[in-house]
């Protein structure tokens, strides 16, 4: 879809950006020309090589320990983006936990953490992101096909929390439309990544469930949320995207 050079001299900001989808994003984002600044918690080293190999393309790059946990760094994690690359114009907000499990396992301290890093810091990155953006911004956030089908029990927790950001993007591209700024989010099918593998126990299961019959790659769902940061989507918000191979068809 994007093609390179389409965004020379812009910034951006992929939240879990060291792995997974966020590491396939923001490689992708600097091969199309912007300067990158990834968050991390615990996989500094995996972060550190998405520095290097953003800088390999010749572009600028920063990791940023923040825990979306926290709206503090949720939100600082932003300024300290703009400061070290000279602002702002694209947020992705990538980062996202799950805890999967009946209703009955699902403890207090889960919910919590759940909402706060899916919900609360999502929210908050995006409005420190709308303070800082120049016109023209790109808000893209990463959602789940299970906002569109939930198949089977043990979600209930996950679908709340991601289904939360459906309505953050449609009110945020109502709120920052007049600034030009769009806000789009893209929800992932099973994607063949460390954390759900191709080859794990339940694979097979989520691969029957597709209608193109196989696991998506990170490099897939990248490409959408590089296309919408970039120019020829300027006419696009507070729309859903599925990259699911046909999950919710």
Do not use: W
Not at 2 to 30: E, H, M, P, W, Y
Not at 84 to 100: H, P, Q, T
């Amino acid at each position: 879809m994007s093609s390179q050079g389409t965004l020379n001299g812009k910034v951006a900001l992929v939240t879990g950006g060291s792995r997974g989808i966020g590491a396939a994003t923001a490689l992708r984002l600097a091969r199309d020309g912007a300067d990158v600044a990834v968050t991390y918690v615990n996989g500094k080293e995996a972060a550190q090589d998405v520095v290097r190999a953003v800088e390999a393309v010749g572009r600028r790059a920063v990791a940023l320990r923040a825990d979306s946990a926290d709206g503090q760094e949720a939100a600082g994690a932003v300024e300290r983006t703009a400061e070290a690359l000279g602002g702002l114009d694209v947020l992705v907000n990538n980062v996202g936990v799950g805890r999967l499990g009946p209703l009955e396992s699902l403890s207090y301290a889960d919910v919590d953490h759940v909402l706060a890093v899916n919900v609360r810091g999502v929210f908050l990155a995006s409005r420190a992101a709308a303070a800082r953006m120049r016109r023209g911004g790109r808000i893209v956030t990463v959602g789940t096909c299970m906002t569109q089908r939930v198949p089977g029990p043990g979600g209930t927790l996950y679908a709340t929390s991601k289904s939360a950001l459906i309505g953050l993007t449609k009110a945020l591209a109502r709120e920052l439309g007049p600034r030009g700024i769009t806000a789009n989010i893209v929800h992932p099918g099973p994607i063949d990544t460390d954390m759900n593998p191709a080859d794990g126990p339940d694979a097979a299961r989520q691969t029957a469930m597709t209608a193109l019959g196989r696991f998506g790659t990170a490099d897939e769902v990248a490409s959408m949320v590089v296309y919408l940061a970039g120019a020829e989507a300027s006419y696009v918000t507070g729309a859903e995207f599925a990259v699911d191979g046909g999950h919710a068809a």
